[in-house]
């Protein structure tokens, strides 16, 4: 199931399900960050206090919202200091860090992934968007508001959950992606130096071109000749920035993308596992069952058990929103069995609590 993390975040220490590599370009010290979401959802949530997050970068934008203290939050050309109810957009591919302040601080963070909104907005993953509160709250003061409420909103589906949820969910990032629009944006290729680090951008094409090319027999080989490098010097590359080698990114992506596919289509598993690029049915089970530790078919069937009853003649949808399935019985790709062993807990009552601030009785009072 897909929870809400809270924890506190100290320097270096990571969540099992964010994998995150340091390495050293221009004299500059930055990771990168996979993130990664359960039930193929295009979202990830963490509630967290932070002491440090290194400089890193990740395709999913960002959402981080200041529930209680202040932060230092700062990219390769400026550093700004977040108060209480202060958010900033972190773009696809941005490299940022985030500091603590001399005061407790209590964050949001919210993950998203673009690729969600292309079906409606073409080019949207081109776009480097201009959204923040502290630089905007004046003239866009009600869009900032909305926001806040919105992003409200998105975590009271995730923490109650219930029929219809993904729906709602879906709704709120759409509705989202509509106020986000109202502030500046840009295209990509204007903003330079973006892409200044020749390794930054050379990662940026190689996870790109695997995203595109899931179904085809992608080899290193191959990857190596286009970017005109030796085997052995992108093999060290990859591991070293991604801190997996090329084969273990590569499964894991095709299994992420094979969830999306079981959980919202009807198509069998061979042909799942064709449309992903394992080689057989046979070797998609096993990775799979190798990630998560249970086969493809059991996956489906707790997701369908949670979600929809099923008859011979029909299929209803269900509400489940009492049941609790354990992440290490329901797991997203990336295992959060060291969850309690990186993190502490942080006071998600307090989030919760500011958070809903921003909701009317009439938000609250719906369904």
Same mark, same amino acid.
């Given at each position: 199931?897909?929870?809400?993390?809270?924890?506190?975040? *100290?320097? @270096?220490?990571?969540?099992?399900? @964010?994998? /995150?590599?340091?390495?050293?370009? *221009?004299?500059?010290?930055?990771?990168?960050?996979?993130?990664?979401?359960?039930? =193929?959802?295009?979202?990830?949530?963490?509630?967290?206090?932070?002491?440090?997050?290194?400089?890193?970068?990740?395709?999913?934008?960002?959402?981080?919202?200041?529930?209680?203290?202040?932060?230092?939050?700062?990219?390769?050309?400026?550093?700004?200091?977040?108060?209480? %109810?202060?958010?900033?957009?972190?773009?696809?591919?941005?490299?940022?860090?985030?500091?603590?302040?001399?005061?407790?601080?209590?964050?949001?963070?919210?993950?998203? *992934?673009? #690729?969600?909104?292309?079906?409606?907005?073409?080019?949207? /993953?081109?776009?480097?968007? #201009?959204?923040?509160? !502290?630089?905007? %709250?004046?003239?866009? +003061?009600?869009?900032?508001? /909305?926001? &806040?409420?919105?992003?409200?909103?998105?975590? &009271?589906?995730?923490?109650?959950?219930?029929?219809? !949820?993904?729906?709602?969910? %879906?709704?709120?990032?759409?509705?989202?992606?509509?106020?986000?629009?109202?502030?500046?944006? !840009?295209?990509? =290729?204007?903003?330079?130096?973006?892409?200044?680090?020749?390794?930054?951008? @050379?990662?940026?094409?190689?996870?790109?071109?695997?995203?595109?090319?899931?179904?085809?027999?992608?080899?290193?080989?191959?990857?190596?000749?286009?970017?005109?490098?030796?085997? !052995?010097?992108?093999?060290?590359?990859?591991?070293?920035?991604?801190?997996?080698?090329?084969?273990?990114?590569?499964?894991?992506? &095709?299994?992420?993308?094979?969830?999306?596919?079981?959980?919202?289509?009807?198509?069998?598993?061979?042909?799942?596992?064709?449309?992903? %690029?394992?080689?057989?049915?046979?070797?998609?089970?096993?990775?799979?069952?190798?990630?998560?530790?249970?086969?493809? *078919?059991?996956?489906?069937?707790?997701?369908?058990?949670?979600?929809?009853?099923?008859?011979? #003649?029909?299929?209803?949808?269900?509400?489940?929103?009492?049941?609790?399935?354990?992440?290490?019985?329901?797991?997203? +790709?990336?295992? =959060? +069995?060291?969850?309690?062993?990186?993190?502490?807990?942080?006071?998600?009552?307090?989030?919760? &609590?500011?958070?809903?601030?921003?909701?009317?009785?009439?938000?609250?009072?719906?369904?």
């Amino acid at each position: 199931m897909t929870r809400i993390l809270t924890c506190s975040y *100290n320097g @270096r220490k990571r969540l099992a399900e @964010r994998r /995150t590599e340091k390495r050293r370009g *221009n004299n500059i010290d930055y990771n990168y960050e996979i993130v990664r979401s359960s039930d =193929a959802l295009p979202v990830n949530v963490r509630i967290y206090s932070v002491n440090e997050i290194e400089l890193h970068w990740h395709k999913f934008i960002e959402l981080i919202m200041v529930l209680e203290g202040s932060i230092s939050i700062s990219n390769s050309s400026s550093s700004t200091t977040l108060k209480q %109810g202060d958010f900033i957009l972190i773009n696809s591919n941005e490299i940022h860090k985030t500091t603590k302040t001399d005061e407790h601080n209590l964050l949001l963070a919210v993950h998203i *992934n673009l #690729d969600f909104y292309t079906s409606i907005h073409f080019g949207i /993953t081109n776009v480097y968007f #201009d959204c923040n509160s !502290y630089a905007h %709250g004046e003239e866009l +003061a009600e869009n900032c508001n /909305t926001i &806040r409420k919105l992003l409200a909103r998105l975590i &009271r589906e995730l923490n109650r959950q219930g029929l219809g !949820y993904r729906s709602r969910l %879906g709704s709120c990032l759409f509705l989202l992606m509509g106020e986000i629009l109202y502030f500046p944006f !840009y295209k990509m =290729a204007d903003i330079k130096d973006k892409n200044s680090d020749a390794d930054l951008a @050379r990662l940026q094409r190689i996870i790109e071109y695997i995203s595109q090319n899931l179904q085809q027999r992608l080899t290193l080989k191959e990857i190596a000749q286009s970017e005109h490098l030796s085997y !052995y010097y992108l093999s060290h590359f990859i591991q070293d920035k991604l801190g997996i080698s090329f084969q273990k990114y590569l499964t894991q992506v &095709r299994l992420d993308k094979a969830i999306e596919l079981m959980l919202f289509s009807d198509k069998s598993m061979s042909v799942i596992a064709e449309e992903v %690029g394992f080689a057989s049915a046979t070797a998609f089970n096993k990775n799979f069952k190798k990630e998560l530790g249970i086969s493809p *078919n059991e996956y489906r069937t707790l997701f369908f058990k949670r979600y929809i009853k099923y008859k011979p #003649d029909k299929l209803e949808l269900t509400n489940n929103s009492n049941t609790r399935v354990d992440n290490n019985v329901f797991p997203s +790709a990336a295992s =959060a +069995a060291a969850l309690s062993q990186t993190y502490q807990d942080v006071n998600q009552q307090t989030a919760l &609590r500011y958070l809903f601030s921003y909701l009317t009785e009439e938000d609250t009072a719906s369904k």
